[in-house]
């Protein structure tokens, strides 16, 4: 099932010979900051799977969950810079935490070295089958002549969803009421039973209650259309400026890791994503393989930091 091609394993291995001797020369810890099911956790089980082949040492997940994925960082943050312990980043635990945090235990910047990006995955906007709005001019009108009527849900205060729902309300001047559930699942529980009328989420998650009809996409937070989704229109073709928002997958390490053991798995991931096979998975899973090397991966974090520290400002969202 999962088969690596000859051409990309020997010119790894001939890179890798040079750049770090002798890694990896026992299991590899990977840190994945939110609980089992999720599409965070698909994508890391797919990068494990594929590491574990081409570095021949077993990538085991570990899911350490809570805190919008401030537990698990922080974990990893305070890990020996060996290697061996590395973290699934996400622009949840990397940039919105930092922002709504007050008492964070780790520093995005100073605490981790970067290695690369791996995937990204689109945020769509769901209503449930009773609301009254079957696309998005309807939901807009309805949402301006009702000011928070409408309950949006998200996996908690301050998590990436939440963030987007702040950022579509900015820029559309609506107003949702704000309905926080410890994780996504049940938000989107009470999204199928009509207790909350609007979601922003993770593709993946949705895509079987879209089929079943149980609710409805009216806009996709991606400058294209989905591949999986294809008659979504983008929120920029809906008139929405400046509200695209994907949530991207990387790979970190503890600072202080050696440069050679970065490059090594820089060389690892570039090579995973230029796969034919991986591509079709990650595709499969709702996904899009976002390559970048460490400075690529540094410069999002900076970016979306200065973006949504923005947000939090004009959004008046308080520090917990």
Same mark, same amino acid.
């Given at each position: 099932?999962?088969?690596?091609?000859?051409?990309?394993?020997?010119?790894?291995?001939?890179?890798?010979?040079?750049?770090?001797? %002798?890694?990896?020369?026992?299991?590899?810890?990977?840190?994945?900051?939110?609980?089992?099911?999720?599409?965070?956790?698909?994508?890391?089980?797919?990068?494990?799977?594929?590491?574990?082949?081409?570095?021949? =040492?077993?990538?085991?997940?570990?899911?350490?969950?809570?805190?919008? %994925?401030?537990?698990?960082?922080?974990?990893?943050?305070?890990?020996?810079?060996?290697?061996?312990?590395?973290?699934?980043?996400?622009?949840?635990?990397?940039?919105?935490?930092?922002?709504?945090?007050?008492?964070?235990?780790?520093?995005?910047?100073?605490?981790?070295?970067?290695?690369?990006?791996?995937?990204?995955?689109?945020?769509?906007?769901?209503?449930?089958?009773?609301?009254?709005?079957?696309?998005? /001019?309807?939901?807009?009108?309805?949402?301006?002549?009702?000011?928070?009527?409408?309950?949006?849900?998200?996996?908690?205060?301050?998590?990436?969803?939440?963030?987007?729902?702040?950022?579509?309300?900015?820029?559309?001047?609506?107003?949702?009421?704000?309905?926080?559930?410890?994780?996504?699942?049940?938000?989107?529980?009470?999204?199928?039973?009509? =207790?909350?009328?609007?979601?922003?989420?993770?593709?993946? %998650?949705?895509?079987?209650?879209?089929?079943?009809?149980?609710?409805?996409?009216?806009?996709?937070?991606?400058?294209?259309?989905? /591949?999986?989704?294809?008659?979504?229109?983008?929120?920029? #073709?809906?008139?929405?400026?400046?509200? #695209?928002? #994907?949530?991207?997958?990387?790979?970190?390490?503890?600072? %202080?890791?050696?440069?050679?053991?970065?490059?090594?798995?820089?060389?690892?991931?570039?090579?995973?994503?230029?796969?034919?096979?991986?591509?079709?998975?990650?595709?499969?899973?709702?996904?899009?393989?976002?390559?970048?090397?460490?400075?690529?991966?540094?410069?999002?974090?900076?970016?979306?930091?200065?973006?949504?520290?923005?947000?939090?400002?004009?959004?008046?969202?308080?520090? #917990?």
């Amino acid at each position: 099932m999962f088969k690596i091609t000859a051409v990309l394993l020997a010119a790894l291995g001939c890179c890798s010979a040079v750049s770090a001797q %002798g890694y990896p020369d026992k299991p590899i810890n990977l840190v994945v900051p939110f609980a089992p099911g999720g599409t965070v956790n698909l994508t890391a089980r797919l990068l494990a799977t594929r590491m574990s082949q081409m570095l021949g =040492q077993p990538v085991v997940v570990d899911n350490k969950p809570g805190a919008g %994925g401030a537990i698990g960082a922080g974990y990893v943050a305070k890990a020996r810079p060996d290697g061996y312990t590395l973290l699934y980043a996400t622009m949840g635990a990397q940039v919105i935490q930092p922002l709504v945090s007050r008492n964070l235990n780790y520093s995005p910047s100073r605490d981790f070295a970067p290695i690369a990006l791996f995937a990204t995955v689109p945020n769509v906007l769901a209503v449930s089958a009773n609301t009254p709005a079957k696309n998005m /001019a309807e939901l807009l009108k309805y949402a301006k002549a009702n000011p928070g009527k409408l309950n949006m849900g998200s996996a908690g205060q301050g998590s990436v969803n939440h963030m987007i729902g702040e950022l579509f309300m900015l820029r559309t001047c609506v107003r949702f009421t704000h309905v926080p559930y410890k994780g996504a699942g049940p938000a989107t529980t009470d999204l199928l039973a009509g =207790q909350i009328q609007v979601l922003f989420a993770n593709l993946p %998650g949705l895509q079987p209650y879209v089929k079943s009809g149980k609710v409805r996409l009216l806009g996709v937070a991606s400058k294209q259309r989905n /591949a999986a989704i294809p008659d979504v229109p983008t929120f920029a #073709e809906l008139g929405i400026p400046d509200a #695209e928002t #994907e949530s991207w997958s990387a790979l970190m390490a503890p600072a %202080g890791t050696s440069p050679e053991i970065v490059r090594r798995l820089q060389d690892t991931v570039k090579a995973i994503t230029s796969d034919a096979s991986t591509v079709k998975l990650l595709h499969d899973q709702g996904a899009l393989p976002l390559y970048g090397n460490g400075d690529n991966l540094s410069k999002v974090i900076t970016d979306d930091t200065r973006r949504w520290s923005e947000v939090v400002r004009q959004a008046n969202i308080q520090l #917990e």
